[in-house]
């Protein structure tokens, strides 16, 4: 069968600017990690307004300064929390103190958004729960690999157009790159502060699990973790795997892993293979190895064929906009608050399933 | 990084006969599956005589010897047996029967080849453990989708010679093509026949986990089956997949289904996926979707970067001169026995632990 464009299927509409200057206003506050980055930028491009950013650490302020000069600095969150113009705070601190910054956020009246993963225990887990179900606040999370690449966007809109009929299971390999480990931080290494393989980077995944499944629950059935080679730091975890079963009959698997070999051209060979009754698809997201072509590939088999469709500049990242307006509109169209919390339940409750199966003692 | 014929990596020299006519008689005995007619060309193809052919279905011998015309018909398979002639005997029966047939083979002296599955319970199991270890005796199993499949015969021969470290990981998706209900025998349908989605084309994929991790044992952690999509068959099974934890730490998933759609350009876009410490190895074993090209496709990604090693006549199949010559010689050099008989037991076990996620009642 020949490639083709996928004519069959039309992407729904590139998502312009939601607001203009100065209807929605936000901060970035806690910039641990880099996804805070595109997470503003994100937000940006949807028309919101970026005023604050804080951090504790003056050198991450001023790098993100360099980027984004609009930005004023506080002083403390403290500032932040208290200035009334702010609708909403993103934030990218340590996986374990996420929550912590939410509930603070909530607290003063404002909605979150949280890099992944979004929480760590349980005990954060009710906590967000209680709050938002309290306040009706967001406590929203920034699953990149799903809401900002527009290879999964355009597979969320084919699988709502009945592409692959209904979804059976979702395969997500993960793997990323460490890269030299003398530019990481200190919490990176720390199973207590990153939440584990599955919870970070795993989380991920668990919510392409749900969201292309169409699920609501789902019980972790199986799940492993190790860390094969990188025993220099013995509270990291190098790899993690798991088994789940969703509400709906679908199953799902993920393989996260830091072993991303030096000569891949990119960062991690993402994958994301989706069998429906009709038909099935695969998410070539960031490489599709040994062609030189980037990322952003969209595989779509069914009864019309086999098609390669493109998904780079047709569908955009209409996350951003969604959530800006259903934080003015106090509506849910960008992400269910439920559906995100449960994706970091599954996260953790993996986590806490999970077989190390690291050679040796550790 | 460019594609390249990977000439970092030297495939073994092409097998050859190992026999001359006449120096190895094999007989092909119970056709219900055609995977008899591969395993004969293969056997024929290392320099095996292929002698006689049985089955109770003369339609099914006649189409048989329009291929292999030297096939003399057997009355029986007692004719079969008690020809001292003939060093082993192949077949394809029922999956249910594969085992009784082994035993009778085993009992008349000769080496037993079958069609995978090898048979569908833990009481065949033990029969065969007990008959092949008494005897020394041999119950080698065709494990198609690897032995007779040059991009798994070079992933194993790249992995001996280090390419990707040591293997961590091995995720396999075996999707298959139904086709035509109405040309498929009543024993396709029934669960006690051909033993569970897991068992039949899941054993194909517990073979290659264990053989590309190079594990000995290994626990099944996480199973399910469902009928989705084919409830006029009740006792079918069309989706299946598994998760299991190896003796070495590795680990391994499986997805297989019959939900391959009508568009695919063949039969089942067969994937290998194994993940090591310096590298990993993707196979494409039957079709590079929305490419084109047929099957046969290796993606190599080490530090030495991204390489697309086409198969396809650079390995051949060695297992069946192997074969062959550890009949005559009482060697294990084709596959270990256990090995073969583990991979059993772990299908047999993944079904009994299979959930049923099928929807609704069945």
Redesign the interface.
Known sequence: ????EGATYAPVPMPQPVVGPGEFVFAAAYLDHGHIYAMSEGLIGAGATLKWVYDRDPAKVEAFRTRFPQAQVASSDAEILADPDVRLVAGAAVPSERADLGLRVIAAGKDYFTDKAPLTTLEQLDAVREATARTGLKYAVYYSERIHVEAAVLAGQLIEQGAIG?V??V?C?G?HRIGDLETRPNWFFERDKFGGILCDIGSHNFEQMLYFAGARNAEV??A?V?N??HRDHPMFED?G???I?MD????G?V?V?W?T?????TWG?GRT?I??????I?LRKY?N????EGGGHV?L????????IEATGRVGYPFFGALIRDCLDRTETAMIQEHALKAAELSVKAQLAA?D???AIR
């Open positions: 069968m020949p490639a083709s209904k059976l299971q395969t390999l793997p059935v199986s492993s190790a094969h080679a790899f795997d798991a088994h079963v709906n009959g679908a199953t698997f393989r892993d072993f070999p030096s000569g891949l051209s060979d293979i069998l429906g009754t009709e038909g099935y695969e490489v190895i040994a062609t030189g595989f088999v069914n009864d019309d064929g086999e098609q390669h077989r199966v690291s050679p």
